[in-house]
Structures are given as structure tokens and as C-alpha cells.
């Protein structure tokens, strides 16, 4: 199971995903609708990765934890308070790229 | 590579074909992107068949947390390799989101429009993992581009030159 090359099918089959602080897997997760727990490794600390997860969590779109309290997480959980994630709208770029060249 | 081929790619799914031809820079060591990048093209190609598109590569800039001192000396060289593929394309605009691979050739498009050989619209589009603070691609490209994306408004509190579209992938 190393190094699949899409995770897309196992996502799909899922109920619950839970996974590191990866800003493609976060994303990935989020947008086929499953519900997800983030787990953070204190060791590894590499800040850039966590902004996205703390504001995913401020967002009520996961669940946070770190390895340490990951089965308390697991046993207290309400995966129905996750928010739904909303797709991002890249129609809204070409718009402004549009005004940018004068096509529009 | 990786994620901010995907991001980018997301970002070109709406343009219309007036964006063409397409001219991809990849860094030599990426080895995933270019099979996404043509599956994105075929796909393109289904609907608008006059779809054309280039692949070129040029030496990867700085390595994860190189040193200062090193990162400044390959880039260095990459922007002076990236300048002769920049001259040769002349692009319009150019579109990047973060990857090192694309200060060089932004800088080169840059350099190329202060020897007024060729005036290159530069738009940058900061990655959707910076929330709240900018890449290192993005902290340099923020003067030297000509409209600077990010997709968190923390980001455009902290540089009010960017642009905040909300999340566009």
C-alpha cells in the first residue's frame, strides 16, 4: 500500500478518514463528503502544513487531534457536527483573468 | 510538483481557449506531473480540439530547506537557464502558484520586460495551504508580480497589493 497513485477509489469506499495534516489529503477527503479527523505529529512541526488544518478545524469542516489523544478523539467524536466543505470555485479566477486581457 | 501542479491545473480548468497555447515548465526531477498534465490536455483536447500545448524543463531551483547561500546561487542559475526558454516563448501571461521551479522563470520574464524585449503579464496564485502566511516563492514574487492571488483573507490583511478571490480550487 506504499505509494498508490490515487487514493480516489478507497476515499470513495470510506466512511471515516483519518490522516496527517497533508494539504492533498485533507482536500481530497473533503470534497468527496467524508468525514475526517486530522492528526497532528507534534514532532514534525512543519508549520506551513498546519495552517490549513487549523483552519479547516476553525472552519468546523474536521476533527484535530494528535497521537496521543487520537482513541479518546475517536471514542467522543460527533462526525455529524462537521460542517460540509465547500467546493472551491475556479470560475471565479478565469473571471478575473477574463477582466485582466479585456475578454470579458 | 504535486500539489501545486494539481492546484494549477484546477485553476485552468475554466480558462477559455483565448489561453493558448499552453506552455508548461516543469522542474527536471518532477517525475508525477507530467503524466497529470497531459491527462489534462486530453481531456482539454475532447472539447476543443485545436488545443495545443508544450512541456519544458529546467533545473529544480532550491531543494527543500536548502541553505540560504546555495538556494541563492542555483537560482541564480536556474534564471539564467530558464531565460533563453522565456525569450524563446514570449508568453502573454504567466500563471504559476508556488513551486520554486517558477521564481527563475518569473524572474527572467521579469528581466525580459526591463530590457523591454517582451512586456509578460505575471499572476501568481498563492497555494490554498498558506493561510496565514506566504511561501517563499510567494514572499519574493509579491514584488515582482503583476497581480498576486491568495485565497485566505488573513493573507490579504497582512499584503493589501494582493488580490482575494476566495477559494478558487
Given at each position: 500500500f506504499r505509494f498508490k497513485d490515487s487514493l480516489a477509489e478507497d476515499l470513495q469506499s470510506a466512511d471515516l478518514v483519518i490522516s496527517h495534516a497533508g494539504a492533498g489529503s485533507c482536500l481530497e477527503t473533503l470534497e468527496k463528503g467524508k468525514p475526517l479527523?486530522?492528526?497532528?505529529?507534534?514532532?514534525?512541526?512543519?508549520?506551513?502544513?498546519?495552517?490549513?488544518?487549523?483552519?479547516?478545524?476553525?472552519?468546523?469542516?474536521?476533527?484535530?487531534?494528535?497521537?496521543?489523544?487520537l482513541v479518546e478523539t475517536l471514542q467522543s467524536m460527533d462526525l455529524s457536527a462537521l460542517k460540509p466543505f465547500p467546493p472551491g470555485q475556479p470560475e471565479k479566477f478565469a473571471s478575473f483573468l477574463d477582466k485582466v486581457f479585456g475578454l470579458q | 510538483t504535486g500539489g501545486h501542479t494539481t492546484e494549477i491545473l484546477r485553476l485552468l480548468s475554466c480558462l477559455s481557449e483565448s489561453y493558448s497555447p499552453r506552455h508548461y515548465v516543469l522542474a527536471d526531477s518532477d517525475k508525477m506531473s507530467e503524466a497529470k498534465i497531459r491527462s489534462f490536455e486530453q481531456k482539454r483536447a475532447k472539447t476543443y480540439s485545436k488545443s495545443q500545448f508544450t512541456l519544458d524543463r529546467i533545473p529544480r531551483s532550491r531543494e527543500v530547506r536548502?541553505?540560504?547561500?546555495?538556494?541563492?546561487?542555483?537560482?541564480?542559475?536556474?534564471?539564467?537557464?530558464s531565460l533563453p526558454l522565456t525569450y524563446k516563448r514570449k508568453p502573454d501571461l504567466i500563471l504559476c502558484n508556488g513551486p520554486g521551479t517558477c521564481v527563475p522563470v518569473c524572474l527572467s520574464a521579469f528581466l525580459l520586460g526591463l530590457l523591454r524585449i517582451k512586456r509578460t503579464i505575471i499572476v501568481y496564485v498563492e497555494s490554498i495551504c498558506r493561510v496565514e502566511t506566504l511561501s517563499l516563492s510567494g514572499k519574493i514574487l509579491y514584488y515582482f508580480s503583476d497581480y498576486f492571488i491568495v485565497q485566505w483573507p488573513d493573507l490579504k490583511k497582512k499584503y493589501p497589493k494582493s488580490v482575494y478571490l476566495g477559494r478558487i480550487v
Open positions: 479527523i486530522v492528526v497532528i505529529n507534534d514532532k514534525l512541526m512543519d508549520n506551513h502544513q498546519l495552517e490549513l488544518a487549523k483552519q479547516l478545524h476553525r472552519d468546523g469542516c474536521v476533527l484535530y487531534c494528535n497521537c496521543s489523544n | 536548502q541553505s540560504w547561500i546555495s538556494s541563492v546561487v542555483t537560482t541564480l542559475y536556474s534564471i539564467l537557464y
